[in-house]
């Protein structure tokens, strides 16, 4: 989800929830303690140089029960980050810490902001040597609607 399609959603809510890819909520209490822009340099594995921008929030939960983060006011540290940090309208990645920090992609539905799971990738699988996942289909599944039968007046 782009920072740009996040803050229209935020504009019509009166709560903030954030559902773990799990299904379980994030504790109402929470903070995002942060918003940024991540913007990453790095060569692949294959030697080719890339980029990754990425809009950056975390996150966390602490001891005062009685806290919640209403909409309007994420609005507006959303609102004071792009001015101050001149973000982009990217994709934002969602930081949250269960046993470990995860880092999250971001969706909506069902009322929740749902944080959804990243996972890794080589990005250059033609450059070292990592095959290509072929998909195994049955012969019997495959159907061609363009196929000729008798009497057709196809052949």
């Known amino acids: 989800m782009k920072l740009s399609q996040f803050k229209e959603i935020l504009k019509t809510k009166i709560a903030i ?12 209490h929470f903070h995002v303690t942060e918003v940024g822009q991540i913007d990453k340099r790095f060569i692949d594995c294959g030697g080719t140089l890339r980029t990754e921008k990425v809009v950056n929030f975390q996150l966390w939960e602490a001891d005062d029960y009685d806290h919640r983060l209403h909409p309007d006011k994420l609005v507006n540290i959303i609102a004071l980050s792009e001015k101050a940090l001149d973000l982009e309208d990217l994709e934002i990645e969602v930081e949250y810490q269960g046993a470990t920090i995860g880092k999250y992609g971001l969706d909506y539905k069902d009322d929740n ?3 959804t799971s990243k996972t890794t990738d080589c990005l250059a699988k ?14 019997s599944d495959l159907t061609n609607d363009n196929s000729c039968t008798p009497g057709s007046g196809c052949c």
């Open 126 to 139: 033609d450059n070292c040597g990592v095959p290509e996942v072929k998909v195994k289909v049955a012969m």
């Open 17 to 28: 929830g954030f559902e773990l890819p799990d299904g379980q909520l994030v504790p109402g």
């Open 113 to 115: 902001f749902l944080l």
